[in-house]
């Protein structure tokens, strides 16, 4: 049996630490997308338990048409999403002038972030620069590399096409590399 669905199916059952088993196998998951976009430990925390709660109480309507993972990460989302909507803050920066379309093809090897966390300055400098991304791309950028979600997932989580997120991935991509380059004096 899928391991999705058997555990999905024990939650529904109340077997007896299905439900704890469950938050421990996606927390790490909630927590990445929702600090991420919310950046304030305490809402986050408060996000966090909202989203576990609302997937308990909304468990039966999973379908199993994606991984319980996308879809666990969808409820993080969307919730995170609404608290930003309700404090009023951009989500993401508007779309540059340039045509970004060539640009977007090698979106998968632009960037090295492990070759960036070289050693603990690079590391330090990296973490100020992802913090200074707008919600969404940090959003995605932790999804794609410390998840390591592929974009059909990150697709399923955000609702957001394939394209805008190479474009966001690439975007947060250019904004890291110059602010390690601004902040090092080198090349990146």
Known sequence: M????????????????????LVREYQGLCWHIIQRMVRHPEDARELCQETFLRV???????????????????????????????????????AADEDETSLLEGVGDEFDLEAACADAEEANHLHAAI?????????????????????????????????????HLFR???RLRQALEDRLGVAA
Do not use: C, M
Request: proline fraction near 5%; avoid cysteine; charge should be positive.
């Open 172 to 174: 947060s991509r250019l």
């Open 56 to 94: 308990h109480q909304s468990l039966h309507q999973y379908r199993y048409e994606s991984a319980l993972k996308s879809w666990i990460g969808r409820v993080a989302y969307s919730i995170a999403l609404r608290h930003l909507e309700k404090q009023r803050i951009p989500l993401a920066e508007p």
């Open 131 to 167: 913090e200074s991304l707008p919600p969404l791309q940090r959003t995605v950028l932790t999804l794609y590399h410390l998840e390591e979600a592929s974009i059909a997932d990150i697709a399923q989580i955000t609702g957001l096409a394939d394209g805008t997120i190479k474009s």
């Open 2 to 21: 899928n391991p999705d669905r058997a555990l999905v199916e024990a939650v529904l059952a109340r077997e007896r630490g299905a439900f704890e088993r």
